[in-house]
């Protein structure tokens, strides 16, 4: 059975992540007191994912969340 490019294209991304973009991202890190619990969830996973990007060592070890990032979820709550 074939799938068009299309129907692909729209199932893709529903998964995993949530959808919030990271300019979206970026511009609620301007007003810390602005971010809900989604945005701060994916900030989580994004902190997450840095995490296993460090691990790889090499030139990846000096990968590091901006400090914006930091003080919007508190350095206790990052991996």
């Known amino acids: 059975m074939l799938i068009s490019q299309e129907a692909l294209s ?9 959808p919030l973009s ?11 007191s602005g971010l809900n619990d989604a945005h ?5 996973d994004l902190s997450r994912r840095a995490a296993r990007v460090r691990a790889l060592g090499d030139e990846y070890a000096g990968v ?6 930091k003080a919007a979820l508190g350095e206790a709550e990052l991996v």
């Open 40 to 44: 701060r969830q994916r900030l989580r």
């Open 64 to 69: 590091e969340l901006s400090e914006h990032v």
């Open 10 to 18: 729209k199932t893709q991304g529903k998964q995993g992540s949530s």
């Open 22 to 32: 990271f300019a979206e991202l970026r511009r609620r890190l301007g007003r810390p």
